[in-house]
């Protein structure tokens, strides 16, 4: 069965970088996007970005150009969401999700991981 | 960015009963091309990811209960839970991926 994990919880201090991973496992990596999703308590998921593990080609969303790579292993099905220049309005769930279902290049997540919690704290 | 509005924010209803909640986007999220709405329905409970219900608008997804419905086109949609259960209490989020994706704000459903 399809299956993303995903790295601990972490905590920042203001000005810092995170980096999360997801492993993946169940499918061909390489065949489905990754995408990066937030969720701020009490919030709703808030969308960050896609990437094609097989190219390396990435869309990030426009809030957060500029502090903010994905990148994968792929001999290892795993993808990484770096988060730069943290603030304490970073803090939240991180959620990986594999992309489905897409009429462009923007899609529907009908596998999540079990999400990573990132505190940024003075 | 398309802005996706939720209403109501939460409803109660009885078990049994029908559960309706209603998303409106922002602009079209119908693609010409292929004449679908990119518009997906969620559900979430507390510590978990959300789970795709629907997606293409009203397609569910695979192993969904057919209690669960989605209707509407262009700018506004509706999920419908025909007959509510127990298990159907969490809070559910619209979802468009027209152009980029973004989410509603949630409808939180409880048992009255």
């Known amino acids: 069965q399809v299956q993303l994990v995903q790295s601990g919880a972490e905590v920042k201090k203001p000005g810092a970088s995170v980096k999360v991973s997801c492993k993946a496992s169940g499918y061909a990596f390489d065949s489905y996007d990754i995408n990066w999703v937030r969720q701020a308590t009490g919030q709703g998921p808030e969308w960050m970005g896609w990437?094609?593990?097989?190219?390396?080609?990435?869309e990030y969303a426009q809030k957060f150009q500029g502090r903010i790579t994905m990148t994968r292993s792929t001999s290892i099905s795993t993808a990484y969401l770096d988060l730069s220049s943290l603030r304490s309005e970073d803090t939240a769930v991180y959620y990986c999700a594999r992309g489905v279902y897409g009429s462009k290049s923007y899609a529907v997540f009908d596998s999540w991981g079990q999400g990573t919690l990132v505190t940024v704290s003075s | 960015d398309i802005v996706m509005t939720q209403s109501p924010d939460s409803l109660a209803v009885s078990l049994g009963e029908r559960a309706t909640i209603n998303c409106k986007s922002s602009?079209?999220?119908?693609?010409?091309?292929?004449?679908?709405?990119?518009l997906a329905w969620y559900q979430q409970k507390p510590g978990q990811p959300p789970k795709l219900l629907i997606y293409w608008a009203s397609t569910r997804y695979s192993g969904v209960p057919d209690r669960f419905s989605g209707s509407g086109s262009g700018t506004h949609f509706t999920l419908t839970i025909s007959s509510l259960q127990a298990e159907d209490v969490a809070v559910y989020y619209c979802q468009q991926y027209y152009t980029a994706a973004t989410f509603g704000q949630g409808t939180k459903v409880e048992i009255k």
């Open positions: 990437m094609n593990p097989n190219n390396g080609k990435t």
């Open positions: 602009q079209s999220v119908l693609y010409s091309s292929n004449n679908k709405n990119n």
